[in-house]
């Protein structure tokens, strides 16, 4: 696994933002479970809606089999008040993938590089200021499965060492999912805003 071009993220710093005041959708916040880690990330309505969207969230299985997943694109922070790192997604970038399969899919350079140029597109008239990030990614394991990192999963996650960088697994059935963060891939709290 390489790191390519996710280095281009390592070079920011995150803006310092103390009070966090933010109003959540508590019935769409990650399930609930004991954190080892106290970064944060925090879903935007706007990245959630396309999020929902793209994964068929609700959706039963018959019309929703096949995984999916991609880029989240967005903000770092750090609480400089209470000490911790978060993002806020502001928008996906889903993968392309060619072949069917209810397997999880691979992620291809070319995959990755699609995704990143299109976030070089999306920046591209951006002030440094207003630049969007790759914050992470995430996947869906559909139908009975629980939403958690596999053995392959936390490979990919090794691409999101950053302590602002998340990786999300979504089950759009069950309408549950999980987020982690960092090389090892600590579970950590999940947000959706209002
Ligand atoms: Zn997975």
């Known amino acids: 696994m390489c790191f390519f071009h996710i280095n281009k993220t390592i070079?920011?710093?995150p803006e310092e933002n103390g009070i966090l005041n933010f109003e959540t959708l508590d019935r769409f916040n990650s399930l609930d479970s004991t954190y080892s880690c106290s970064?944060?990330?925090?879903?935007s309505l706007i990245a959630r809606k396309q999020l929902f969207k793209e994964i068929n969230w609700g959706a039963n299985i018959a019309t929703n089999s096949h995984e999916e997943g991609g880029l989240l694109i967005g903000k770092p922070?750090?609480?400089?008040?209470?000490?911790f790192y978060y993002s806020i997604v502001t928008s996906i970038i889903p993968a392309v993938v060619k072949e069917d399969s209810i397997n999880e899919k691979k992620y291809g350079f070319d995959s990755w590089q699609a995704m990143l140029n299109k976030l070089d597109i999306y920046n591209k008239n951006k002030t440094i200021a207003n630049k969007e990030y790759v914050v992470g990614w995430y996947h869906t394991h559909k139908g009975n499965r629980s939403v958690y990192m596999s053995e392959k999963d936390m490979d990919m996650q090794k691409m999101f060492p950053l302590q602002w960088q998340f990786g999300i697994v979504l089950n759009?059935?069950?309408?549950?999912?999980?987020?982690?963060?960092?090389?090892?891939?600590?579970?950590c709290q999940g947000f959706v805003l209002k």
């Open 172 to 187: 759009p059935q069950k309408q549950a999912w999980k987020a982690f963060n960092g090389k090892k891939a600590y579970e």
């Open 39 to 43: 970064s944060r990330i925090y879903i």
């Open 11 to 13: 070079l920011h710093e």
């Open 77 to 83: 922070y750090f609480d400089s008040y209470e000490k």
